[in-house]
């Protein structure tokens, strides 16, 4: 069964320094999401990309956060200069259109650390 | 602020019988409701959407809404102890609208 994979599983980085999280969503699927979930807390919506482009961000993705899609697999997501509040699970989805039959799968997600 | 709530738990029930999640919604404009399944340190898992008014079901699962009340629920039949998790609501709002929003889940217990 076609699923989300993301890598690495785990990243430790000091404040100050960026990060690339990578995602690789399944193959036929058109819309790429990244949110996040910080310990003991609601998952939370980063941003949609569709087509090459943001369709939708929240006000968590500010000018910090930028995504990409290199090529065509890899869907990655920077954060130019991390802060300790960034330390959380980040997870990786994707759909298969955004329409009414939007089902998001997610992918194992990657444990960033900020020290 | 569109929320999402759900009572956080933990629900505990003796396996073998049904579990009951709940979840309620702010924004009317909603269009699609999704139960995920999150054990400890792991991702989501979608296990049931649902986008009109009733029931739908899926093998043990059955996922119930009601937009008039702005309500969704979750069966859990025949609950067994690979069932305890914690149980995560999903809406996505309006028309256009990508993101979802989540609520801070609930924890089930099956008791063996």
């Known amino acids: 069964e076609p699923e989300v994979t993301q890598t690495p599983s785990h990243q430790v980085t000091q404040m100050g320094q960026e990060v690339i999280l990578r995602c690789v969503p399944i193959?036929?699927?058109?819309?790429f999401y990244w949110y996040r979930q910080i310990l003991g807390q609601k998952v939370e919506f980063l941003v949609s990309f569709y087509n090459n482009e943001i369709s939708e961000k929240s006000e968590i993705f500010d000018d910090q956060f930028s995504v990409e899609r290199p090529d065509g697999s890899n869907f990655t997501l920077k954060i130019r200069s991390t802060k300790l509040e960034d330390s959380a699970m980040y997870f990786c989805a994707s759909s298969l259109s955004g329409l009414a039959g939007n089902e998001q799968y997610f992918g194992p997600g990657t444990r960033l650390t900020v020290t | 602020q569109k929320e999402v709530e759900q009572n956080s738990g933990p629900l505990s029930v003796p396996e073998g019988a049904i579990a009951s999640l709940n979840c309620t919604y702010s924004d009317r404009g909603s269009q699609s409701f999704f139960w995920y399944r999150q054990y400890s340190g792991k991702s989501p898992e979608l296990i049931m959407s649902?986008?009109?008014?009733g029931d739908k079901e899926d093998g043990r699962f059955t996922a119930q809404l009601n937009k008039a009340s702005q309500y969704v629920s979750l069966l859990i039949r025949d609950s067994q102890p690979s069932d305890s998790a914690t149980y995560l609501c999903a809406v996505r709002a309006s028309t256009g609208r990508r993101a979802l929003t989540f609520g801070s889940g609930t924890r089930l217990q099956v008791q063996p």
């Open positions: 193959s036929n699927h058109l819309y």
């Open positions: 649902i986008y009109s008014n």
